[in-house]
């Protein structure tokens, strides 16, 4: 036993402190599969820093959900749920095409985040948008996120800057990849 002073160290010396049960955070991450996407790599830019976010969620323990969405599809392909080591087998094999659906992508990511909000109330839920902007659409701002961020794969020459426009408008943060 260890000495502290001229006592010797016992079970009155010792406290217990309990830490507060922290809720994992969910990362909704909305992944544009367009065909713009597919041009110039962007798509596979997003799905190497979707496998990085991804690795590590998993590190914190945090949840995620992953929906990809091209062509009016929209396919879940990380429901929501823990984070897991072997998430990189759902994200690499992604394929692109078809055009942008924007609104309807961000609509059943903020139905999920809501669905979430009511099974976990205290659980921190943020959205991650992983586009090129090449969209018209302006779609309103997901209100089941407490946080969103707006992720900008834009790399044609004319540059649109509706990414930016889009993350102002929603008070998200904006990161250029």
């Known amino acids: 036993m260890a000495v502290r002073g001229a006592e010797r ?22 992944l544009d599969c367009s065909t713009s996407m597919v041009t110039n790599g962007q798509l596979a830019r997003a799905k190497g820093l979707l496998a990085t976010w991804l690795q590590a969620a998993y590190q914190r323990r945090d949840d995620v959900a992953l929906l990809c969405f091209a062509g009016g599809r929209l ?21 692109g095409g078809g ?25 921190s839920r943020c959205l991650w948008l992983l ?18 961020g707006v992720v900008d ?4 020459r004319v540059k ?3 990414n930016a426009v889009l993350a102002a408008r929603w008070g998200a943060v904006y990161l250029q990849a």
Request: charge should be positive; proline fraction near 6%.
């Open 75 to 95: 396919d879940w392909r990380l429901k929501p749920g823990r984070a897991r080591a072997w998430v990189e087998r759902g994200v690499l094999p992604i394929a």
């Open 131 to 148: 586009t090129d902007g090449r969209s018209p659409q302006q779609p309103p701002r997901p209100r089941a996120a407490h946080h969103v």
């Open 160 to 162: 649109l800057g509706r």
């Open 9 to 30: 160290l016992d079970r009155t010396h010792l406290r217990f402190r309990a830490e507060e049960a922290r809720a994992a955070t969910l990362h909704c991450f909305v």
């Open 99 to 123: 055009g942008t659906s924007l609104t309807q992508g961000l609509a059943e990511a903020d139905a999920m985040l809501a669905q979430a909000a009511r099974r976990q109330q205290a659980q």
């Open 153 to 156: 794969f834009e790399s044609s």
